[in-house]
């Protein structure tokens, strides 16, 4: 077994790719009304907004790093 079957590549052995690349996917519009009934079964007695912010009104924010 060689010992450099782990070494890098020269770029001379690199096979780069041809053609004209990734193309961006289309732009969709998704109906919120359809995401939420989509999505109800798993939230089963979910919080109200208010509820949500009122466990946020103690918090301190992130000063960052």
Known sequence: M???V???RSLAELDFPTGAGPQ???AR???PREVEKHFAP???NR???E????RKANATPFRGL
């Open 2 to 4: 060689p010992l450099n």
């Open 6 to 8: 782990s070494a890098p």
């Open 24 to 26: 961006p996917h289309p």
């Open 29 to 31: 519009f998704i109906d």
């Open 42 to 44: 798993l939230l089963k």
């Open 47 to 49: 919080p109200s907004p």
């Open 51 to 54: 509820q949500r912010w009122a």
